[in-house]
Structure formats: structure tokens, C-alpha cells
């Protein structure tokens, strides 16, 4: 068949076949991707390959409809232990959060409206308030995210001015955030004090003008510095900045209610211990430790919280009604006491190596293949770098490990995992239970590449 008999677009519509294509797909859409197979035909005619029927023309058309109309984000189970996984989401909403963002979507809401007055009512009191009465803070504001509270605090407060950030804080955190870019980004003059691995107060202290607006500290997130290092006790430095009438701002990353250390994770700094050392305000993450949707969350002084919600960056960054939906629905298992019991991350965070165990074992009892092997989980989300929590994983001997692991990540419900010594590892702690069942039917279609022992 030569180029002639190419079908016209319009015949290729006319078919039947095509009929049906558009009353799923809708025509607009169908019309554009026979044109693109018709002109994918062109194209591979001029290097050598036969024109096409209308049959297989409106094959390919099927098949590139379904590949522009798949959903690109979709749900995956998270068998790589890895807790406040960035890439994958960060943290699952809890159950309470997620009938939250249900029925705030599917309805109006109140918003920005008052039942009692039947006027305009304050954004801000959704999940503010909660937060005040969690953190006994002054004020709260709630932003699109953390980066963006970073950004507003020094917008807001130290625009044209300089700020003292410690050398060993200049730290780059996931996907492009860099201090000192945000720090350029807000018009704020930095100003290194100290050196990489020691910084003392008298760094901070000589490096004070009549300038200086703002005491930046960032966590170090995902980055550890070890050996020969000392940084300022944080209240010394709240101290410094009262004398001098300097804001000090902490930027705590992830930012956690609960001392990590009673599940036998190291320390990490909690948003309460911040606030009592004495900062003005502290910012955070809805989504790391906390364990709510994206957000973030910056608590403190009220005066300085007004300022920066009248800054007109504020508007900028506003956090939607899904978000304070998710947001607010979170903070109540918090005052309720019982985040730990219906958080996602918390659950995994709290549960036992021995629990662990058993999940594997019952796994393993389920699909006749497979060892269980210790191993470690860790929380991730740039918080507590280097700290694992035992676990047990699910352990794979295959062939092909990579291949293997592809095959998993394209089932109907993929699983990620990790692959160590050619094995594919599974670790059951970032598994939500309610996968388990998906997880299983996934595993069992690798049977015949598992190498039994
Ligand atoms: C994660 C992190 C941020 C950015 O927070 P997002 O909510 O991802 O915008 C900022 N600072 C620190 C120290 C962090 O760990």
C-alpha cells in the first residue's frame, strides 16, 4: 500500500470503531489521536514501512488514547521502609483526615464564613486555633508549605536587612531547596557566622550590626555532621536576639509533637521544645512528622505572626480548604490524644520489630516462597538522618533483581521496593495493612523468577 491509500481522517472517524472510541473518550480528544496516528503513519511510511488499514489505525489510536488518559498520579504501596518517603508522597492521611477532604469537597464549606454572624468568617480558624491550644503558641499561620513559610518569615521580616544563618546550617534540603537561594529569593542579606563543623555564640553575637533583622536556624535535615562540632544552645541564642532585639527564627524541617526518642530513634527536636527555649517563630511541615497533608506551619510570637499574615506574600501561599480540611482533621487526634493509635506514620513508626516479624511471617505462610530476614527501616523526610529502626523484611532471591522490581512497580497496584544482595526486599512498616491484600497478589505473579533455597 503506498501513502494514497492512507485513509483520510474523516473515514477513520466515520468507522464504527472509531464511534465507540469517542463515546468514551469523547470526540475532540479521538479526532486529535487519529491525527497523530495518521501522521505517525506518514512518518514511519517514509522509512520504508507498509501503510496501515483503518483496523490497525484504530488500534493505535486506542492505545494512545488510553496512554494520554491514564492517571499519572496514582496510589502505590510503599514497601521500601522508608517512612515520610518525599518521592512517594510523604506521609498517608489517617482515616479521619481523609473523610475530612471528602466531604469538604464535595460541598461548599465554611470556608471563609460565619454560621453564627451569617458573614465573612477567618480562614485562619481552622486549624490555628487547634494549634495554639497544642503548642500553648501565642499565634499560628497556616501556609502552602514549608518552603514557603521559610520564604515568607524572611521576606517579611528581614527584606533589605541582614540575616546570621551558621555556616554549618547553609544546607541544601530535597528538590532544590537551598537556603541561601531562598535567602536571595526574599531580599534578605546573608550573613555567614562560624565555620562548617563549630559555631559559637560569640560568632553570632560579633557578627551583629544595626542591620540585622533575623536569626535564621535550619535543621540540618538530611545531613549529619559529626566529630569535632558545636553549635549554640538554642537558648543562648534566643537570649542574644532578646538582648538585640533580633527575631530568632527556627526553621525545624520536619517538625514533631512527639519525642521520637521513645521508640528508640535518636532526638529530634519537638516544635514545644523550640517554643519554650524561647523563639520567636518556629516553621514546619505538615507532611513530614506530623503526618498531615502538605503544608506549612509557622507558630510563635503573635506580633510577629501578624506581621507576616498581613505581608502580601501570605496571599500568595494560602493553603486551600483540602489542606486545612486534612490539616485540621490531623490536629484533632493530637488534642485528642490518640495520634499515635490513628496517624499513619506514628502506627509505623511505633510498631514493634517484633510485629514486624509476624507480618513477614503470615506473608510468607500466604505465598510459600520467600525468607524473612532482619533489616532497617528509617523515617526519612529529612528528619533524624542515620537513624533506622529495626525491622524484618520480606526477602526475594530472583534472577533478575531489576527486572524483578520493575515487574512489581507495574503491576495494577505497584509496589516499590528495595533490592540489596540480588534480592528484592520488602519491608512490611511502610505497608499499609489495607494493601496487604494487593501487595500479596502482586508478589505471587513473581513466582516462577523466585529461586527457591
Ligand atoms: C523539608 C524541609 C523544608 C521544606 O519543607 P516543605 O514542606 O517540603 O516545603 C524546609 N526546611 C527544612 C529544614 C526541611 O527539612
Known sequence: MSLRDLPSVDSVLQTPAASELSSIYGRPLTLQAIRHTLENCRLSHKQGDPAPGVANIIQSAGSILDSWTAPTLRPVINATGVIIHTN??????????????????????????????????????????????????????????????????????????????????????????????????????????????????????????????????????????????????????????????????????????????????????????????????????????????????????????????????????????????????????????????TIPIWQMIAATTEQQKQRVEAWIAELGFGTCVPGESTVGGGSLPEETLPTWLLALPVRHPDAAARHLRTTDSPVITRIGQDQILLDPRTVLPEQEADLLSGVRSLRDQVISS
Do not use: W
Open 88 to 341: 512517594l508522597g510523604r506521609s498517608p492521611l489517617s482515616a479521619g483526615a481523609r473523610q475530612a477532604v471528602l466531604e469538604t469537597s464535595l460541598a461548599y464549606s465554611t470556608l471563609e464564613y460565619s454560621l453564627s454572624s451569617g458573614k465573612r468568617g477567618k480562614r485562619e480558624k481552622h486549624a490555628e486555633e487547634q494549634l495554639k491550644r497544642l503548642t500553648s503558641a501565642e499565634a499560628a499561620l497556616v501556609v502552602n508549605n514549608n518552603a514557603a513559610a521559610v520564604l515568607l518569615a524572611l521576606s517579611a521580616l528581614a527584606r533589605r536587612k541582614e540575616v546570621l544563618i551558621a555556616r554549618s546550617q547553609l544546607v541544601e534540603i530535597g528538590g532544590g531547596f537551598r537556603i541561601p537561594d531562598v535567602m536571595r529569593l526574599s531580599g534578605a542579606r546573608l550573613v555567614e557566622v562560624g565555620t562548617t563543623n563549630r559555631v559559637h555564640l560569640s560568632d553570632y553575637e560579633n557578627a551583629i550590626t544595626d542591620r540585622t533583622a533575623l536569626i535564621l536556624l535550619a535543621h540540618h535535615s538530611n545531613f549529619k555532621i559529626v566529630g569535632f562540632t558545636s553549635e549554640p544552645d538554642l537558648k543562648d541564642l534566643c537570649e542574644l536576639g532578646k538582648r538585640f532585639n533580633i527575631t530568632v527564627v527556627h526553621d525545624l524541617g520536619s517538625g514533631t509533637l512527639f519525642d521520637t526518642a521513645q521508640f528508640g530513634l535518636g532526638h529530634e527536636p519537638t516544635v514545644q521544645e523550640s517554643l519554650a527555649e524561647g523563639t520567636d517563630i518556629v516553621c514546619f511541615s505538615g507532611d513530614k512528622l506530623l503526618g498531615g497533608p502538605q503544608a506549612g506551619i509557622l507558630i510563635g510570637k503573635k506580633t510577629v505572626i501578624e506581621r507576616l499574615r498581613r505581608y502580601q506574600l501570605a496571599r500568595a501561599v494560602r493553603p486551600d480548604k483540602m489542606c486545612l480540611a486534612a490539616l485540621s482533621a490531623t490536629l484533632l487526634h493530637y488534642l485528642k490524644d490518640e495520634a499515635l493509635e
